[in-house]
Structures are given as C-alpha cells and as structure tokens.
C-alpha cells in the first residue's frame, strides 16, 4: 500500500511553501479563528484570502464554474494541512464558507443559491464571510432543543431569538442559521429548518462576547422581527436536523487539516527547541521523558495524518464522512492539547510570554495554543458529542439518551 502523496500534491506543498515564504512575515501566527479578533489581523487576513483564491486555493475541491478547480478533496486536505503548516492566515475566516456552507450548498441548496453565494466565497471577497448561528443560550449540544423561531408572512418569514458564540458574526455578511419553522408537536427534530440571512437586514444585533484571552471572536446575536425572504430557504422547510447532520460533518472535517498544520508546526518547533537548548550543558532532547513525549505526539501527528487522508478519499469517491470527521476532529483536539501541555513543560517559562515579545518561546505559538485548545475542543462539537456519533456509527451502539 502506497501512502506517499503523488507528484501534484507534492508540487502543491512546494508552492504553498514559496507563497508563504514571500507574503507571510516570520512574526505572523495564524491561528484557529484568531484573525477575527483585531481590525489589522482581519484586514491582511482578508489581503491573503485574495491573494489564496487568484491562485484558486480557497475553493480548490468545488467546481469551476464556482470558482474552484475541480481538485480533489486529497489534493484540498494537502492544500489545508500545508497552508496551517505555514502560518497562512485567512483559511479560518474563509472556513465557514469553503469549510461547510459551500458544500451545504451544493448538497441541498439550489442553483440560484449556489451561483448568488458561492463565488463571493471562493474569490476570498469580504461578501462571502459567513458565521454560523447554531448555538442558543440553552441549546448547544442537545441542538435540536434551539428556540429562534421563523414564521412565515406571505413571501418572507419572521425571525425572532438569540445565538450565542456565534464566531465571526462581527465581520460576516451572511449567517448560516438554523430556526425552529415547525413549533406544533412532532420530534424537535423535525421541526428545524436552515437558512440565509443577511447580516445587514434590520432588527439584527450584534454584541461582542471576549473570549478569556480577551480577543473578540465570537458575539451573542439577536433576531427582533427580521425579514427574511423566502428564497433564502436552504433545502427543505422542517428537514433542517437532517442536513445539518451532514454540515457538521463537512466542518469538523474542514477543521481536520488546519489543526494537523498547526499540530506539525508547534510539534517541528519543539523538537528544534529541545535540539537546541541546552540544560546543564546537555541538549533537553537527550532527556528521555522529553524524548518520549515528543515521540509520542509524533505517533499521534502521523495518525492524524493517515485519517484525515481516509476522510478525504472517502469524500472524493462519494460518500459522506459520519464517524471518521467525529473521530478526526477527536484525535486531533487531544493532540493539540497534549502539544500545549507539551510545550508548557518544554519551554517553562517563555510559554506564557506572548507573541511580540522577544521572550516569548517559538514566536509565542504555545501560548496561544495553550489558551485556545479548550474552545477548539468545544467548537463543532464537544469531545464526548464526538464519542457518542462514534458509538453510534461506527460501533453501532445505541443512543446514549
Ligand atoms: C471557540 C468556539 C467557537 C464557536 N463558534 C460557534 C459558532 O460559530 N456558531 C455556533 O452556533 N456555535 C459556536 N460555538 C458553540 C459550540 O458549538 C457549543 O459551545 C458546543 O456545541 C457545546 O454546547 P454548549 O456550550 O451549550 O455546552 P453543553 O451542550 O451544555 O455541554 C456541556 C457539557 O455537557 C456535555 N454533554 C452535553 N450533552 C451530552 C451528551 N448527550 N452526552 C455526553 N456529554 C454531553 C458536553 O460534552 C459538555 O462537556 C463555538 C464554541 C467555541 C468554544
């Protein structure tokens, strides 16, 4: 069995190499959903994203005449994997779109909706920034609990209610939102429906939630009487559960290749450090609980790798990931984690020291791994929401509630 890349991912990585290289200065740290934050970061995160889409990068997997080129998913998760690898901002801000309203879209929206909001997306323009309003005060894990309502009046319908943790709803143009559209009995489930609302419309509110870092990423957003067509309906009226299943899917997958880009990044610069850094006069790396420990996260790393590589090439013949973008999005969360506790006891000290210092250890990268590991871990699903669809469908297990 071959598990090499081919000649064309290959040529890919080197490209992706060069591209950073020349556009993405040394002290640049991209990391998950951090561009969002500060009105600089955004704004060259936004020049990138331009820049990633002439080269038809941001999009690569769709169809042409959407903007893409008609990659393969494998070729995209390289893409992915090598752009994180290499610090390239503007993939987390283009994620919600690229990651999983875009092949939404093309799984259950229609033509009119695909050709008005794909191409802004994959030509990296700040009209196809999405976020995402699933989340409610009182419905995070158990979704299928959420109460902003829509109610239809003749050709529109009326939205009323509350997200919460919504990332990006601050820089978005379009929201990705779920509604309750069927309130009279029946499963929950049945009765939730998706759909598109402009961020511009009237009676939308949006209110910073900082993050204990301080950095703004997500918002409480609040729907009072908004008007929303009807064509903005995406698939069908009360089947929303059922399509959102496969969304989320497609966004723990999209995060699979940022978090093994960042994994690989903050793993290569440990094993540098601890080459390199001497402790009473010998190398830390010849200490063997620091030897195995980054071996052990190099286990991991590979393994990440390996699944996230399946997912694709299931992708690419087809099918669509259940349990594989659940267990990815798990190993990867632990393994993030792990390379934060890692760098922590490697670096002591310096790893609390942020970026822009010259103290801070490896450019500030385990700081700030360290203090976004618990949200990355949260968001698209919690770890034990991840265990039980692996319960579910792939050990075929029954429900746990
Ligand atoms: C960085 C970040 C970005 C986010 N961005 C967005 C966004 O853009 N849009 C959006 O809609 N949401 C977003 N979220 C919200 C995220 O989706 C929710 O926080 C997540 O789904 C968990 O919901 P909750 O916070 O309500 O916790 P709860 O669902 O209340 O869970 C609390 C605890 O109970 C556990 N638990 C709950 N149910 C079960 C069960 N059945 N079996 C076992 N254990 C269970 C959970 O694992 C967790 O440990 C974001 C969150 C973070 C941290």
Redesign the pocket.
Known sequence: MDFGLGQREEALKLEVREFAEREIPETFIANF?DEESRDEDWAFSLSISRKLAERGWLAMGWPQQYGGRDASHLEQMVFAMEAAYRGIPGLSMGV?GTGWVGPSLMLYGNEEQRCKYLPPISSGSPDGVW?????EPN?????ASIRTSAVRQGDEYIVNGQ??????AHRARWCWLAVKTGLNGGKPQDGISLMIVDMKSRGISVNPLL?YSGEH??NEVFFDNVHVPMVNLVGEENRGWYQLMKSLAYERHSFCGLSYGAARRILDGLVTFAAETRRSGVPIARDPVVRHRLANLAVELETLKMFAYETACKLGEGALPTYEASRNKSVADHLLEELALAGADILGACSQVERHSKLAGLNGLIQRQYLMS???A????????EK?IIGKFKLGLPR??
């Open positions: 959903l919600s976020c995402t309003g699933y989340s419905s995070g894990s158990d979704f997200k919460v943790w919504t990332s990006c993050n990423i997500f618990p949200g990355t949260i968001a698209a699903g919690t770890d034990e929401i039980n746990s509630y």
